[in-house]
């Protein structure tokens, strides 16, 4: 057991896979994140966590974030987006969610690895994470990893990706969003 020979393969799986992203979906994402008034997303277990981190960085931007069933959540409305974290896009919560948001008129992008799943019926983008399913597909990145570790993984540098991406784009100057950031701590 070696620690870096371990990490090192996690590291070139999450470089291929994130290589493995088309940045043209990625910039219609931003897109929808940028036209939205409030921005909700949904997904289940880890994904659910990978999200929530999304959420909190996008909320430092100054964006309006909402975890699907938090307490504080508001109503969707077409003026909003709906992001779905789910890799196999037959999660049923997620479905039901989407399909919900989609009866408000809201936006709905999904972020997944399975580009024909009933997500897609609605879905208004898709970036597809193209890592191992159990559908095998051949270009799936196949993962050393238990269970769907390197979607989860991938999910939350692409969130933080599109943060930076954002940043960079309308110029923000990083320390002023420390204004954003919780200070009940």
Not at 51 to 75: C, D, N
């Amino acid at each position: 057991m070696d620690y870096y020979q371990t990490e090192s393969a996690i590291i070139k799986e999450l470089e291929n896979t994130m290589g493995s992203i088309a940045a043209d979906d990625v910039l219609a994402l931003v897109e929808h994140i940028q036209r939205a008034e409030k921005v909700f997303f949904v997904g289940v277990g880890r994904v659910l966590l990978s999200l929530e981190a999304i959420a909190k960085r996008l909320a430092h931007l100054g964006i309006k974030t909402y975890i699907v069933g938090q307490i504080t959540e508001p109503a969707i409305t077409n003026n909003d987006l709906l992001i779905v974290g789910s890799g196999s896009g037959e999660s049923m919560f997620p479905l039901g969610i989407a399909k919900k948001a989609r009866s408000f008129g809201a936006a709905v992008a999904h972020i997944g690895s399975n580009p024909s799943s009933p997500m897609r019926e609605y879905t208004d983008t898709f970036v597809r994470i193209p890592v191992q399913t159990k559908l095998d597909r051949p270009d799936e990145v196949h993962s050393i990893q238990p269970m769907t570790s390197l979607f989860e993984q991938a999910l939350l540098l692409l969130g933080d990706t599109i943060a930076l991406m954002m940043v960079r784009e309308k110029n923000i100057d990083m320390h002023n969003l420390w204004q954003f950031h919780a200070n009940l701590e």
